[in-house]
Nanobody
Framework: QVQLVESGGGLVQAGASLRLSCGASGRTGSNYIMAWFRQAPGKEREFVAAIGWSGSRTLYADSVKGRFTISRDNAKNTVYLQMNSLQPEDTAVYYC?????????????????WGQGTQITVSS
């Protein structure tokens, strides 16, 4: 089992930046792909970004490409999401997710472990 805890959410104005963190505990000795998803009110959860175990491979949703950057520090068992130029449409609960590396990177909702989520609200 892997436990994930997100932090760093909050209320910001349009154009601001935020960095989310996701700390992993439990069976972190195994290699895991890490990802961020988000869910806005009344909408389905959607993929934001994912990163492979070594950090050399990343995937981004088109809506955040060029504005968001996913990174990880395996020594700290932590994955980050740097979000720049935030817009009101980025308002959502952001979730951290993990799946074993052997399963490969994916944008689908097919992750084995999920955090509780952290709220980000962007005002115009």
């Amino acid at each position: 089992q892997v436990q994930l805890v997100e932090s760093g959410g909050g209320l910001v104005q349009a154009g601001a930046s935020l960095r989310l963190s996701c700390g992993a505990s439990g069976r972190t000795g195994s290699n895991y792909i890490m990802a961020w998803f988000r869910q806005a009110p009344g909408k389905e959860r959607e993929f934001v970004a994912a990163i492979g175990w070594s950090g050399s491979r990343t995937l981004y949703a088109d809506s955040v490409k060029g504005r968001f950057t996913i990174s990880r520090d395996n020594a700290k068992n932590t994955v980050y999401l740097q979000m720049n130029s935030l817009q009101p449409e980025d308002t959502a609960v952001y979730y951290c997710a993990a799946r074993p590396s052997i399963k490969g990177l994916t944008t689908a909702n097919e992750y084995d472990y999920w955090g509780q989520g952290t709220q980000i609200t962007v005002s115009s």
